[in-house]
């Protein structure tokens, strides 16, 4: 492990829990916001010493340590591998873009809205940095209270049904996750994540950790068919409620699989794991096929998030190289182009008050702009050959039919019905019947900030890849060692230029794969 001086991770983690602290003391409203958007900046700023992330080394970096309450085994732990680095550097960015599209979006209780965000940032990236198992709990349960409030408070007419359903569900899963936390400390002596994977467990143990754990994960993904708490959940949450839950809480569901599952309770893993590709066969195909008749925006590319997230899960439980390569490519590229489409929804419900796509069509002739982003993302979502989402899909392929072409033909229409359900949702926004779209003005300045810097990472990691694959290819390979120790058939690797161990600046513009 390499253990730093400089407190960063924590300083990333509590940076905007601290500004929450100051907004009761601003009155102004458009300060407020002003407040926020300058926290959000300059906590991008404050994330670029993370560059210095080592490409070649396959441990945690920025290590914090120190004994929190020795008397109960608590150790203050924190640090960051490839994985949780680009899910940070992903949370990290949205706050600033949540706050530019919730601009105008938000008229009332502004100050609490903001103090809901900054709070709801600072649990996600510590969930994703926490290598003590209590610590990381805290944080899981601490994200929870800012996305109801989110949904509760400054959602639609039927926010309460939304927040009470979303809070029931994660609330059962966190249970259940807790019990886990504590069997691993009664047999293993430790909340320290990584000394817990360095032992090997009873598979009976490992059996019943393993269903507690995956329970709670698959709820937070969702997987079919803990699924329904998230549509309702999207329509109702405000615009970026909706990318938090989309980009972010969503991740932390596979995220847990990759940290907790696999290394901890790897003979349990190997043990499920067809009922797990079942089941995320089964997302993959209920969500394309719902989503192919939504008439609500939102509620369809929450039914696509569904069915993306399968994807995820099934690049996991395939344990090669390359599915694991796939499903954090999909979870990356995800939280980009989910994201930003429910950004680009929610421009539009600005203009007409409806989500329904019906109320929102024709605008290819009135909004060139919007429609350009729009077709961008919905291409992206689709996976078009050129965008980031083509990447993670195709490496989640490879890898399915190297292992078992039987289950990579059975998500071969899942594929389809992407491409059905956002081709469709382009067409009639392009060129239907217009709606008054005549009387809409196109984006604004505030809205291109925002939009922009998502279209730059679509075509970056859709066109040279080789960077992002770099960061977690040593992490992935950790985690692929223990659910199988064995020595692995020759693969190509990706290729490490000889400059990499400088950090990622190093290799921001090498060539690709």
């Not at 998230?230 to 329509?235: D, G, S």
């Not at 980009?336 to 929610?346: D, E």
């Not at 979502?381 to 490879?398: A, D, Q, R």
Request: aromatic content about 14%; overall charge positive.
């Amino acid at each position: 492990m390499s253990q730093t001086t400089v407190p960063i991770l924590s300083i990333l983690t509590y940076f905007p829990l601290a500004a929450c602290f100051v907004l009761p003391f601003i009155r102004n409203e458009k300060s407020v916001r002003v407040f926020s958007l300058l926290v959000g900046i300059a906590e991008v700023l404050l994330a670029l010493p993370l560059f210095q992330f080592s490409l070649m080394t396959p441990g945690y970096q920025f290590v914090e340590k120190v004994a929190w309450m020795p008397q109960w085994g608590l150790t203050y732990y924190m640090g960051m591998d490839g994985i949780s680095l680009l899910m940070v550097l992903l949370t990290i960015l949205l706050l600033p873009l949540c706050v530019l599209c919730s601009w105008t979006y938000i008229s009332k209780r502004v100050k609490e809205f903001h103090f809901s965000l900054l709070l709801m940032t600072s649990a996600c990236i510590g969930v994703f940095l926490a290598l003590d198992l209590v610590l990381f709990y805290i944080f899981w349960e601490a994200m929870l209270v800012p996305m109801f409030l989110l949904i509760a408070v400054w959602g639609g007419p039927e926010r309460r049904y939304a927040s009470v359903k979303f809070f029931l569900y994660t609330l059962a899963g966190s249970t259940l996750l807790l019990v886990a936390i504590i069997a691993f400390y009664k047999v293993g002596g430790t909340f320290s994540i990584p000394d817990l994977t360095e032992q090997t467990f009873p598979f009976r143990f490992q059996f019943w950790v393993f269903l507690a754990m995956a329970l709670a994960f698959a709820i937070k993904v969702p997987m079919f068919p803990f699924h329904t708490w998230l549509p309702a959940a999207h329509v109702e949450a405000p615009t970026a409620g909706s990318v938090l839950l989309a980009s972010i809480l969503l991740k932390m569901g596979a995220y847990g699989f990759l940290r907790f599952c696999l290394p901890l309770t790897p003979d349990a893993s190997v043990y499920f794991a067809p009922m797990m590709i079942a089941i995320s066969v089964a997302s993959i195909l209920y969500g394309g096929f719902v989503a192919l008749g939504q008439k609500d925006m939102k509620k369809l590319i929450a039914y696509s998030s569904v069915a993306h997230m399968g994807f995820v899960t099934l690049g996991i439980f395939i344990f090669s190289l390359r599915g694991f390569q796939g499903a954090l490519m999909v979870m990356l590229n995800h939280g980009i182009t989910t994201g930003a489409l429910f950004m680009l929804v929610g421009a539009i419900y600005e203009r007409s008050h409806s989500r329904e796509i019906a109320n929102n069509m024709g605008l290819g002739k009135y909004l060139p702009a919007y429609m350009f982003f729009f077709g961008l993302f919905a291409l992206s979502s689709l996976g078009f050959p050129g965008t980031n989402s083509f990447v993670g899909e195709l490496l989640v392929l490879i890898g399915v039919f190297k292992a078992n072409p039987w289950v990579g033909a059975a998500i071969i229409p899942g594929v389809m019905l992407g491409a059905a359900y956002m081709l469709r949702l382009g067409q009639k926004l392009a060129w239907g019947e217009p709606t008054g779209a005549n009387a809409w003005k196109d984006l604004n300045l505030r809205e291109w900030s925002y939009l922009v810097p998502l279209a730059i990472l679509v075509f970056y990691i859709g066109l040279a890849p080789g960077l992002t694959l770099r960061v977690l290819d040593p992490s992935l390979n950790r985690v692929l060692d223990r659910i199988a120790p064995k020595p692995k058939p020759a693969i190509v690797e990706t290729a490490v230029l000889p400059n990499t161990q400088k950090g990622i600046v190093a290799g921001l513009f090498s060539s690709s794969r």
